[in-house]
């Protein structure tokens, strides 16, 4: 069976420090991947995804970046965390036009 | 640009009672609607409604599609303190990899 992994549960950085989110899926091949970030409004707004080996899409203009360097791995990065980077950040897959699946997300505090 | 609203925002019930929860959108070509529950990590997946008025069932939960009205809904019944969660509605975009756009979603309470 398909499962997804996300790292770290949680993490408090300083402004102006990077940052790299990780997420990979077991059991599947060619997934779609995305990313989500969830603010205290509690929507879920898509961030980025991707339709394989290095094709990312951007949802929104902001201060991060995704990677995917191999077909089940999914990276989510900022050069220079700002304040309002903090949130709880989601990961999920699908394949085709099933349902996505979501990571345990990472809870992410800029101080 | 797509939208969906979910109503309301929070409901606070006793155990045992029945809830309804609402979701209404506006999208171009619509193909289908999900149903998420998030306790304190990942959404899960509950309901995905393509057709009008059949109801997908699961145990106490269940969902219902209304193309016409633009809207769905999803109910349980018998509600337990297991319940409590945030119920998260989405649509899927026209013409996308199946990208989601989502509702703030529902806070729902259940109070022994």
């Known amino acids: 069976s398909q499962t997804i992994h996300q790292w770290p549960a949680t993490l408090v950085q300083p402004v102006g420090s990077p940052l790299s989110l990780e997420c990979t899926v077991e059991g599947t091949s060619n997934p779609n991947l995305y990313w989500y970030r969830q603010a205290a409004g509690r929507g879920l707004q898509l961030l980025f995804y991707s339709v394989g080996i290095g094709q990312i899409s951007s949802e929104v203009p902001q201060n991060l970046s995704a990677s995917r360097p191999q077909d089940r791995q999914f990276i989510l990065s900022s050069k220079k965390l700002l304040l309002s980077d903090s949130g709880f950040y989601l990961c999920?897959?699908?394949?085709?036009?099933?349902?996505?699946?979501f990571g345990d997300g990472t809870r992410l505090s800029i101080l | 640009e797509d939208k969906v609203v979910q109503s309301p925002l929070s409901l606070v019930v006793h155990e045992g009672d029945t809830v309804t929860l609402n979701c209404s959108y506006e999208v171009t070509n619509f193909r289908s609607l999900l149903w998420y529950k998030q306790e304190k990590k990942a959404p899960t997946f509950l309901f995905m409604l393509?057709?009008?008025?059949i109801e997908k069932k699961s145990g106490r939960l269940s969902s219902i599609l209304d193309k016409k009205e633009l809207f769905s809904i999803l109910n349980i019944t018998a509600t337990q303190t297991g319940d409590s969660a945030i119920y998260l509605c989405?649509?899927?975009?026209?013409?996308?990899?199946?990208?989601?756009?989502f509702g703030k979603g529902t806070l729902l309470t259940v109070n022994p």
């Open positions: 989405a649509v899927v975009r026209p013409g996308s990899n199946y990208k989601l756009t």
């Open positions: 999920a897959w699908n394949d085709g036009n099933q349902p996505q699946h």
């Open positions: 393509t057709s009008s008025g």
